[in-house]
């Protein structure tokens, strides 16, 4: 498993756009304990709202890594951040990417980095050894968020299920499948990058045997019938052996993101596959809520769109970011109790 | 996609275990015109049947690749073949292998094949640059087996299909998606060393557009039910977009290989699954017929087998290796065509 070091100093460089920041508005958002402050490069660039620092005194206030928390357009590292990132490594701090190109292809950053004995991650590349998954039942209980399309709100619902169990006097851990939630988390595995005959097997890695009332909430990855990525989907859930899941959706989403010609199908087809899957590893694998995204709607059509999805499904519905999720948690914790 | 250079020399080294060499007999069997010879170090190593021959003579009657045919113990390439490779790549062969450890990583081997301009392929190092699935409908058609385990027949009844549809005049491609596979068809894909998120884009970039009355016939991987490898399946079944699917199954294999607490669904179930995961992709796909492993069952068990799962499925039954595949064939024709 990929294990970060925590707090963190945000990178956002010379980045202006707020959109191009949406991974350092996520670590703040819900890893805020974890940042001590933003790293930026010129005074135009994206202020997220946390202390400016520089790295030495970040390392100095404590900081594990610098994180990378910008996107450029195409993903690569641009050479205008070399030297930042070098004087981060010289600091101590480990440097956190989730950029396509690698860290450790820069020269003299890798150099720095020897030099200097911190780390550089890049939280695309999974770990090694990732073993072939067993099916073994593991100890503990587990709940893994699954959707009707990619991009729709799986992180987040598990987050904040998270969230809402640990205040409710779970034992939590949020289990991350992708690089945003990994840099939250401090700890994961990037599903999507792994071999796939080894899928299954690193969804059981990231979930390990635990305490029987120990809840692990794992992050979904793609959509089961979705046209390029379900194969990930399915591992995860054979891997993961979820006791719960949560089913995820926008309302209005009819066709998969960016394949048009691919219908979204119905809530209760969608929840029917994944439990057909998640009984391979579980056979009393069950839907306890479904979690919708209504940042879209007006309130009465969120409250429509709850009740419907709610009706469908014979299960609590809830919007994770905007009403409450008291009776999706009762839910999951109910016949799990029992 | 991995190209071979045909014809080859199947290199049996020193093994002497007749089970070790079941790659080579594979070969031998299914790519006949395709094998020039066999070169076998030691008069004790197995006998395939194959003349033998020395990398220079066969280069001389115009082999294009030493292919190592044997397997030992571990999947390391021992140190006692060095020599006869770098003396096949001085010969002018590529050398092809599909063991664990990579050909490249032996230095001389390296050298010899870069002075003579030779390739090293690895079959089990799936191509660059494969990309995400589109899910577009291509031309032609496809045929894709499944299984209701592994290693119980998809790829030999792919291949005996194949055969079949080109004896009944068809145009037809084998495409494979194995390392055996590869070298008996001479180009193909290792889906399970692909990275999950590209799956369903290798097993597209595998079976291009082809003309209307084309065949693709796509060897099967995985299993839809397995709890380790059904997500391989899952993106080969999304990225073949099959018209046609032909169930594989060993009578009598009640639970998945190596995995005896997971029990193998039903003939009914397994087909039902496979088909809504194709039909994501292809809304015509159909289930053709049912391919019995029977080689452990006597006639009369082997005609009731076949029977009771062409009852079940309602297609006909056969075995590759055993039986007539006229029905099956019509089957499989049958509808296309009309």
Redesign the interface.
């Known amino acids: 498993m990929i294990e970060l070091r925590k707090p963190y100093l945000l990178f956002i460089g010379d980045v202006a756009k707020v959109h191009s920041a949406k991974t350092a508005f996520g670590i703040r958002d819900w890893a805020r304990d974890a940042c001590l402050g933003q790293y930026r490069l010129t005074d135009s660039a994206v202020d997220i709202g946390l202390p400016d620092l520089d790295p030495r005194s970040a390392a100095a206030s404590g900081a594990g890594s610098l994180v990378i928390g910008v996107a450029p357009v195409g993903g690569q590292i641009p050479a205008g951040w070399h030297a930042a990132l070098i004087e981060a490594a010289h600091a101590g701090l480990d440097i956190v990417s989730g950029m396509h190109s690698l860290l450790a292809d820069i020269a003299p950053l890798r150099e720095a980095a020897e030099a200097s004995g911190v780390r550089l991650v890049d939280v695309r590349v999974p770990p090694p050894d990732i073993p072939?998954?067993?099916?073994?039942k593991r100890t503990g209980r587990r709940l893994l968020t699954v959707g009707t399309d990619c991009a729709l709100g799986k992180k987040y619902t598990a987050l904040a299920l998270a969230d809402a169990l640990r205040r409710s006097g779970a034992d939590v851990s949020f289990r991350a499948t992708g690089q945003t939630g990994i840099i939250i988390a401090g700890s994961g595995i990037p599903?999507?990058?792994?071999?796939?005959?080894f899928?299954?097997?690193a969804a059981e890695a990231l979930s390990p045997d635990a305490a029987a009332d120990h809840w692990d909430v794992i992050e979904g990855q793609g959509a089961i019938?979705h046209?390029?990525?379900?194969?990930?989907?399915?591992?995860l859930i054979?891997g993961s052996q979820p006791d719960v899941i949560i089913l995820c959706h926008e309302p209005g989403r009819d066709h998969f993101h960016s394949?048009p010609?691919?219908p979204v199908r119905s809530l209760r087809a969608v929840a029917d596959?994944c439990l057909?899957?998640a009984r391979?590893?579980n056979a009393s694998a069950r839907l306890a809520a479904v979690s919708l995204n209504t940042s879209h709607l007006d309130d009465a059509a969120c409250a429509r769109a709850l009740e419907c999805a709610s009706a469908e499904l014979g299960v609590p519905a809830f919007d994770p970011l905007r009403t409450s999720m008291d009776d999706a948690l009762a839910s999951i914790l109910g016949r799990a109790d029992g």
């Open positions: 072939i998954a067993t099916g073994r599903m999507d990058a792994v071999v796939s005959d899928i299954a097997g019938y046209p390029a990525f379900a194969g990930v989907t399915h591992g054979h394949f010609d691919f596959a057909d899957a391979v590893t």
